[in-house]
Structures are given as structure tokens and as C-alpha cells.
T-cell receptor, first 111, second 115 residues
């Protein structure tokens, strides 16, 4: 089955700086890669996703890159703000299949 | 986006009792629903996948006789934790998907505490 590794497990950045979270996956059949933000005690919220037919996607301060050859994908948050503090999860899935989540990254943005 | 609700949002029960958690898709028909469990400071672990009208598919290590899943309609799935024990205390989250390629929409979660 699919295995998703996520690094780092914790990330502390100064407000205004960029944050980068990296994930690797094992199943070459995976072609859908969403990123979720989860605040304490709340549901995961989809913040951006990418499919295997593109290498990069951007939405305002958030961008995701995908390298299918190397089987890794990354989340980039620019100009971080205190409200970006949360736990972020990457995930991977093959078409119509279940999501496999990474271990999560706890991001702290210091004002 | 689509809305998924869960009920109850939290429940406290005594050891040995059963607890039922409902997951509803409010504005779309969910052909597939997923049940996850999340322990403190850990990731979401998939417990089972349920398709409307058929038996759920359980992940390895999840006891199907302990965690009963029913997906009787396109808008409702239930998870029943039978004979709950303190180690079952966790945050249970469901998600629903409209079609095979569609986004998964998560419910708000149910915090179960077994005394």
C-alpha cells in the first residue's frame, strides 16, 4: 500500500518568512495530492491540491510543487501570518482510491 | 464547498457500552464515506471505507466486529463502537466523497471519551 512521509514534524518561523513542508510517497500510481490544515480540535480543511498532470499550483500565498519522478511534493507558504499556525497534513491517493496521510507538521508562526 | 455533519460532537460513556456516531452529507450524495481515527498529536488513520449499500472495507488491524459501519443511504453513514474501552477514546472523523475523483469533505469530528 501507499506510504507517505512528511517532514519536518515541527516548524517555527518568524511572521513574514516562508514555510516549506515536504512529503514523499511510495506508490507510483498515486496521482492526487491534497494538503490539509487542521486547527486544534477541528476538522481538516483542504487548502490546496494538485494532480499528477501538473507540476506546480499556486493560490495566493500557498503553492504546491510535485515531482513525480522523485515521488515527492512540497507545500510552500509565503509571507506567513500568525493565523497560519496549525497542523498541516499532506496526503496521496491513486484514482478513486483512499487517501493516505503524512504524519503532520506543526507550524508555529511567531509574531 | 459541500457540508458534512457529524453527531454527536462529543460523547462520554462508560466502559463496556456502545456508542453510535452519525455522519451526514447535507447537500450532496456521497457514494463513498470514510471513517478515520485521530489520537492526540497524531495523524488521521483510516479505519474503513464504506460504499452505499455494500459492506465496509476495513483497514488492516481494525476490528470489524468492534467498529460496526452502516452506510444505508447516500447521505448517512454510522459508526458504532461496541463494548467501548478507554483505549478507544479518540477523535473520530468521517469524510464523504461524491464520486471517485471528487474531493473528500470532512465532518467536524466526534470526541469519544470512555471512562
Amino acid at each position: 500500500g501507499e506510504n507517505v512521509e512528511q517532514h519536518p514534524s515541527t516548524l517555527s518561523v518568524q511572521e513574514g518568512d516562508s514555510a516549506v513542508i515536504k512529503c514523499t510517497y511510495s506508490d507510483s500510481a498515486s496521482n492526487y495530492f491534497p494538503w490539509y490544515k487542521q486547527e486544534l480540535g477541528k476538522r481538516p480543511q483542504l487548502i490546496i491540491d494538485i494532480r499528477s498532470n501538473v507540476g506546480e499550483k499556486k493560490d495566493q500565498r500557498i503553492a504546491v510543487t510535485l515531482n513525480k519522478t522523485a515521488k515527492h511534493f512540497s507545500l510552500h507558504i509565503t509571507e506567513t501570518q500568525p493565523e497560519d499556525s496549525a497542523v498541516y497534513f499532506c496526503a496521496a491517493a491513486a484514482a478513486g482510491n483512499k487517501l493516505t496521510f503524512g504524519g503532520g507538521t506543526r507550524v508555529l508562526v511567531k509574531p | 464547498g459541500a457540508v458534512v455533519s457529524q453527531h454527536p460532537s462529543w460523547v462520554i460513556c462508560k466502559s463496556g457500552t456502545s456508542v453510535k456516531i452519525e455522519c451526514r452529507s447535507l447537500d450532496f450524495q456521497a457514494t463513498t464515506m470514510f471513517w478515520y481515527r485521530q489520537f492526540p498529536k497524531q495523524s488521521l488513520m483510516l479505519m474503513a471505507t464504506s460504499n452505499e449499500g455494500s459492506k465496509a472495507t476495513y483497514e488492516q488491524g481494525v476490528e470489524k466486529d468492534k467498529f460496526l459501519i452502516n452506510h444505508a443511504s447516500l447521505t448517512l453513514s454510522t459508526l458504532t463502537v461496541t463494548s467501548a474501552h478507554p483505549e478507544d477514546s479518540s477523535f473520530y472523523i468521517c469524510s464523504a466523497r461524491e464520486q471517485g475523483w471528487g474531493e473528500q469533505f470532512f465532518g467536524p469530528g466526534t470526541r469519544l471519551t470512555v471512562l
